[in-house]
């Protein structure tokens, strides 16, 4: 069984799925058998959802309108 | 108007590829400045016109147009990198060490700042609004804060930010690392210097 400082230091990779077969086994076997890690676990998920959430895709009014301003003057040169 | 080598050049679109070119533009504006906005803050205006006007004259060479969300987004990348690099002339200190040896989630439930929580991690996270993750990514130096975002904002997967950023995918998972340690260390330090702790730490 991994040690739990192995265990932590793979977990956003593994949730990233970028580990390969055995080491995902080896994530896992150490988290049905530790606590800790399924708490460092839990927060590592929170986390990604934290950052994705606050991703937003506004565009203040005054901005788009002088990027369409700006876009059509690119896309009219020759 | 010169015709660049290896590709087609600007003076070659047709009327017809010119309004493709504008129409799938600016139905990616929006996505386009809100990730210029996490990557170079007041900057991304500017940022957003240098990635139009280098789109627009590499279009010929877009084989795919399916590819042109991450194309666009490979070119803001990079322009982004260069308005990073023009800025950071003494780029902040960043004590390693530490950081990797930090975990957020063993710091909050050691510190304990919300004693009567029994959502305590959660509660943490719910005590900042976005202008505040927006300084803790800016605080951050570019080569950690591009991938971060890139992957955990804006989800793109991890080999196709290093090919956004022409790194080795090894190099990309080992800066997420560093990156994740980083932003988990400064949203605590920002937690305590804002007063985002209900009570003090003792």
């Known amino acids: 069984v991994i040690t739990c400082a192995e265990a932590v230091r793979q977990l956003w990779e593994y949730l990233d799925g970028v580990t390969d077969q055995a080491q995902s086994a080896a994530i896992e076997e150490h988290l049905s058998l530790c606590r800790r890690c399924c708490g460092e676990a839990e927060f590592a998920a929170e986390l990604r959802t934290f950052l994705a959430a606050h991703a937003d895709h506004d565009i203040p009014p005054d901005v788009h309108a002088r990027l369409l301003g700006a876009l059509g003057h690119i896309a009219d040169q020759p | ?202």
């Open chain 2, 1 to 202: 108007v010169r015709v660049g080598p290896g590709g087609e050049a600007a003076a070659q679109l047709s009327a017809e590829r010119k309004e493709r070119f504008r129409v799938l533009a600016t139905a990616q504006l929006p996505r386009l400045y809100g990730l210029a906005r996490r990557l170079v803050g007041d900057d991304a205006e500017d940022a957003v016109q240098d990635c139009l006007l280098k789109a627009y004259r590499g279009y010929g060479r877009l084989g795919d147009e399916a590819a042109a969300p991450a194309w666009l987004t490979s070119i803001l990348v990079n322009c982004c990198r260069d308005r990073g690099r023009a800025r950071a002339r003494h780029p902040a200190e960043v004590d390693l060490d530490r950081v990797d040896e930090f975990s957020l989630y063993r710091k909050i439930a050691d510190e304990d700042p919300f004693p009567y929580s029994d959502s305590l991690h959660l509660d943490f996270l719910h005590q900042f609004g976005a202008d505040d993750v927006h300084a803790v990514l800016a605080s951050l130096p570019g080569r950690y804060r591009i991938p971060l975002v890139l992957t955990y904002m804006d989800g793109w997967a991890t080999k196709e930010v290093a090919r956004m950023m022409n790194l080795p995918l090894g190099t990309v998972l080992a800066q997420l690392h560093r990156g994740r340690k980083l932003f988990e260390s400064r949203l605590w330090d920002y937690a305590e210097t804002h007063g985002l702790l209900k009570e003090p730490i003792r």
